[in-house]
DNA sequence: AGCCAGGTCTGCG
DNA sequence: CGCAGACATGGC
């Protein structure tokens, strides 16, 4: 028997999603291998599995999984607060059980500067390929499999390492941020205990962090389920469906972004987060474009924009 | 081949 | 301030 195995088993008014809460873009780092989750969360390789309303585990114990994936918050309360509007109430029916998770900020605060400007699939690669070369492999596995590499790690090598991980330009966003926490290691953990608008701030003083990339850090990493991250995604469904563009708006501004963050938040309350999160993961459904997910997908005809 | 992607930063007016 | 371009890469 694998160590750390065990079973979980959910209330009956509990529901999860694992695969979903897993695939839906909030990490980067599961894959899907012979009927289990793969991933990596802090030292260790994490298998899970969801069979009706059980959580199988290997690699871990289960207050660790219980923690990571959030079973301790009452997700019909969330979703119940949230449910304020036809088009909310419909990504709820398609995504009831997709749960925030508890991420390292560390892993999400980097993770979230590599997804910048780019696609779902390169930004799980850019991961792989930054814990592949500069992480600790962890042993007792077929596969190689490597620790997110701690800020120190990202820096020692001469960068030649840094540029082969295919970044682009944020490389150096990365190699920046890696450097101010190295030199103030408990920088994060300080901000885990700022108020958000606080945290916030602290957060776009790191090098490739604007306003999506900070709320997403926030909402992923920190856990501050108020936080409304705008995305070209949500921005395309929030005009479509609930505040249509000022007219003479050029594309995507700065400011409209920040409006429709403000609306988000306003309309949607304390869980704003779950409601992008449902937004986001039902985008295809509300929008009508085809999106991508890992793993072997069956795919039906594509519904028409709109 | 060309458009687009879970945007950010810089340099103008 | 607010806005336009640049930006490095690869998925589709």
């Known amino acids: 028997m694998l160590p750390g195995m065990g079973t979980i088993r959910l209330r009956e008014d509990q529901p999860l999603d694992l695969s979903l809460s897993l695939s839906c873009g909030q990490a980067f780092r599961w894959e899907q291998r012979e009927g289990w989750w793969e991933g990596v969360v802090g030292e260790s390789l994490w298998r899970v599995r ?61 993770s979230f500067i590599c997804a910048t400007n780019t696609n779902i699939p390169r930004i799980r690669k850019m991961i792989a390929s930054l814990a592949r070369t500069f992480g600790k492999r962890i042993p007792g596995s077929d596969e190689a499999v490597y620790t997110f590499p701690v800020p120190e790690a990202l820096l020692v090598s001469c960068g030649d390492h840094l540029a082969a991980c295919r970044l682009g330009y944020r490389d150096r966003s990365v190699a920046g941020t890696a450097g101010m926490v190295e030199e103030d290691p408990g920088i994060l953990n300080r901000i885990a205990g700022f108020p958000s608008n606080d ?7 790191f090098p490739g962090v604007g306003p999506k990339a900070a709320d997403c850090i926030l909402l992923f990493g920190f856990h501050r389920l108020e936080s409304f991250p705008v995305d070209v995604w949500i ?72």
């Open 50 to 110: 969801q069979e009706g309303r059980r959580v199988i585990y290997s690699g871990t114990t289960a207050p660790a999984v219980r923690h990571y994936l959030a079973l301790d918050e009452n997700l019909p309360v969330i979703l119940a607060s949230i449910d304020r509007d036809p088009v909310v109430y419909r990504s709820i029916e398609a995504c009831r059980g997709l749960r925030i998770l508890r991420q390292d900020p560390w892993e999400i605060l980097i």
């Open 199 to 205: 945290a916030r701030a602290a957060l776009l003083s």
């Open 235 to 306: 921005r395309r469904i929030m005009h479509d469906h609930y505040m249509p563009p000022p007219p003479g708006a050029k594309g995507s501004s700065e400011k409209e972004d920040r409006r429709i963050r403000e609306f988000g938040q306003e309309h949607f309350g304390a869980y704003a987060g779950y409601a992008q999160e449902y937004l986001f993961c039902a985008r295809e459904l509300l929008n009508g474009v085809k999106v991508r997910s890992p793993g072997p997908s069956s795919s039906g005809t594509p519904p028409a924009r709109r």
